[in-house]
């Protein structure tokens, strides 16, 4: 439970500090003296928005502080061990606003972003406002007031996450179903394309190979005639010839002793240009005996070029590029094979996604039937008791449309309500008027917060609209939650502040250069003349003194 907030320079608010005790704590003072202002301060340690008009004019910072007793919610104690922000006394939310609207959050003195003290905040406290009769208005309300009553927020929020990674497979799942037939006409392209260059099987560097053979084929007769011609002029002329003058010429020279260098020299490349030419002769006459000039193959290698330069025309690209032309449609068609491998897979989650929700729904189903009976009684009973004698209440579930899985269910709630004797039960929306609708949301907090799992439950003027005999009943109805754990209300009716176990009187302190928001907690003698103020005497007679006293012993008795 809250056992302290502290406020600093927030708003009108300078410097409080409140120490919080179990059971209903409420919380007078005149319109305007700042009641709301400290529930907004607590709002923001909690995790609510924050700009820079929080921040008190004149200084350069709020801070806020709460402290909570988790002795009795092991969800928050789960919560913050699950992140290491758990330690061995109160858990501390704190809360800084600069002047310059930046805003940082502290749990337990940890650095934290404000979604964390949302969640934690979720956990601790549960806040019902003067407005939120308005939101009874929607059908979405309904839902989530059945569900806190049954404690299947859980479950709803499972299903609601079921539909969604539902209906995220199967837009995923149509999105590639759309576009099968072009991946199967594309499928079918690049099949017939591979198949092509499969059947071709260009062998690396072939076609530079068979260019270079073809060439020598057109060219065999003019090839011939030269290599004949050379082999002439070197060896076989009987006019003379290369070989036979660089031997004539070694032998004149070998003639002569201690022949100089560069004759020496002279010498030496002539014997060398002989073995050259020796040799060349030997490559020209292997070439002649092994020359096949073969039309038949000529033929061959003129279809095989042909087919070449075909296919690289087909797909414009230059032949050499054809193997990576190859490789690239292999990897694509690779693709195409894993697009049809994920429409399987997808359709087996669809599946299973659809299996899930309607297990979870079902479930959810059962529950919510369960629920609606037992949270129809208990509303109809207490809005009888608060001044709608005769009045009916029903939860009424209808069938949400088939064919689709909607985040909120199988059902949709809507709440039903007859407020006078004879009246056909019909929507909420269209029968209540403003003070119905706020006694009837009244019953339904109190309802649903005698089955709430967090123990601080404040209600900031929710007996707006009501008086007289009603009044006592909400305050009685907030006491007995009070004593399963702790309230606190602002209020300005006297009937429902006598029923409080504490009582924290909010004034406004006015001083030579400003004012700003007190708060004390009254003793029994200060409380009785704070009941008689709002019984609204101007002054405080004997008689209004009298009667507060009596509303405070018989709430006590």
């Given at each position: 439970m809250l056992v302290h907030l502290s406020v600093h320079n927030f708003a009108i608010v300078e410097h409080l500090d409140l120490e919080l005790q179990r059971g209903m704590s409420v919380i007078s003072g005149e319109t305007g003296a700042g009641k709301s202002i400290m529930l907004g301060a607590l709002g923001l340690a909690l995790g609510d928005r924050a700009d820079s008009s929080a921040v008190r004019i004149g200084a350069d910072k709020a801070d806020i502080l709460a402290s909570f007793d988790l002795d009795d919610i092991p969800d928050a104690r789960a919560w913050l061990a699950e992140r290491d922000?758990?330690?061995?006394?109160?858990?501390?939310?704190?809360?800084?606003?600069?002047?310059?609207?930046?805003?940082?959050?502290?749990?337990?003195?940890?650095?934290?972003?404000?979604?964390?003290?949302?969640?934690?905040?979720?956990?601790?406290?549960?806040?019902?406002?003067?407005?939120?009769?308005?939101?009874?208005?929607?059908?979405?309300?309904?839902?989530?007031?059945?569900?806190?009553?049954?404690?299947?927020?859980?479950?709803?929020?499972?299903?609601?996450l079921a539909a969604q990674r539902w209906r995220q497979t199967r837009q995923t799942l149509e999105r590639l179903s759309n576009s099968s037939d072009e991946q199967r006409a594309r499928h079918q392209l690049l099949s017939y394309?591979?198949?092509?260059?499969?059947?071709?099987?260009?062998?690396?560097?072939?076609?530079?190979?068979?260019?270079?053979?073809?060439?020598?084929?057109?060219?065999?007769?003019?090839?011939?005639?030269?290599?004949?011609?050379?082999?002439?002029?070197?060896?076989?002329?009987?006019?003379?010839?290369?070989?036979?003058?660089?031997?004539?010429?070694?032998?004149?020279?070998?003639?002569?002793?201690?022949?100089?260098?560069?004759?020496?020299?002279?010498?030496?490349?002539?014997?060398?240009?002989?073995?050259?030419?020796?040799?060349?002769?030997?490559?020209?006459?292997?070439?002649?005996?092994?020359?096949?000039?073969?039309?038949?193959?000529?033929?061959?290698?003129?279809?095989?070029?042909?087919?070449?330069?075909?296919?690289?025309?087909?797909?414009?690209?230059?032949?050499?590029?054809?193997?990576?032309?190859?490789?690239?449609?292999?990897?694509?068609?690779?693709?195409?094979?894993?697009?049809?491998?994920?429409?399987?897979?997808?359709?087996?989650?669809?599946?299973?996604?659809?299996?899930?929700?309607?297990?979870?729904?079902?479930?959810?189903?059962?529950?919510?039937?369960?629920?609606?009976?037992?949270?129809?009684?208990?509303?109809?009973?207490?809005?009888?008791?608060?001044?709608?004698?005769?009045g009916k209440f029903s939860v009424q579930l209808k069938p949400a449309a088939e064919g689709d899985y909607m985040p909120f269910g199988l059902e949709q709630v809507e709440f039903l309500v007859s407020a006078n004797p004879g009246q056909p039960l019909r929507p909420l929306a269209k029968v209540a008027s403003g003070g119905e609708l706020s006694r009837i949301s009244l019953a339904i907090q109190v309802i649903t917060a005698q089955t709430s799992r967090v123990p601080t439950l404040v209600f900031d003027e929710v007996d707006v609209g009501i008086g007289g005999p009603t009044a006592e009943v909400v305050g009685q109805l907030l006491r007995r939650i009070g004593e399963q754990g702790q309230v606190l209300t602002v209020t300005h009716l006297p009937q429902v502040a006598a029923q409080g176990h504490n009582h924290l009187f909010v004034h406004k302190a006015r001083g030579k250069d400003e004012t700003h928001t007190a708060v004390a907690t009254l003793q029994k003698d200060e409380r009785i003349e704070e009941i008689a103020r709002m019984l609204g005497g101007v002054d405080l007679t004997e008689q209004a003194l009298a009667h507060a006293r009596q509303m405070i012993e018989s709430a006590q008795a």
């Open positions: 922000l758990d330690s061995d006394g109160p858990c501390i939310l704190r809360r800084v606003i600069t002047a310059e609207g930046r805003s940082r959050g502290y749990i337990n003195g940890t650095p934290c972003p404000q979604s964390d003290l949302k969640a934690l905040g979720e956990l601790l406290i549960d806040i019902h406002s003067q407005h939120e009769h308005q939101s009874l208005l929607k059908t979405d309300t309904h839902r989530r007031l059945l569900d806190e009553y049954s404690g299947s927020q859980e479950l709803a929020r499972q299903v609601q394309q591979l198949e092509e260059l499969e059947n071709l099987a260009l062998g690396e560097n072939e076609q530079e190979q068979l260019e270079d053979e073809h060439r020598n084929l057109a060219n065999a007769e003019q090839l011939l005639s030269a290599c004949r011609q050379v082999m002439d002029m070197c060896s076989e002329s009987d006019a003379g010839n290369v070989l036979s003058a660089l031997t004539g010429s070694l032998q004149r020279l070998s003639a002569f002793q201690n022949q100089p260098g560069a004759l020496a020299e002279a010498a030496g490349l002539l014997a060398s240009a002989r073995i050259q030419v020796e040799e060349a002769m030997g490559e020209l006459n292997r070439f002649v005996d092994h020359f096949d000039a073969d039309p038949e193959r000529q033929q061959m290698l003129e279809e095989r070029l042909d087919a070449i330069y075909t296919l690289a025309r087909k797909h414009r690209v230059q032949p050499t590029e054809l193997p990576a032309l190859q490789q690239r449609l292999l990897d694509e068609l690779e693709s195409l094979n894993a697009d049809d491998e994920a429409l399987e897979r997808l359709s087996e989650e669809l599946a299973a996604y659809g299996r899930h929700y309607e297990e979870k729904a079902s479930e959810l189903s059962r529950i919510r039937q369960e629920a609606a009976t037992a949270l129809a009684a208990s509303v109809e009973s207490e809005i009888q008791r608060l001044g709608m004698p005769g």
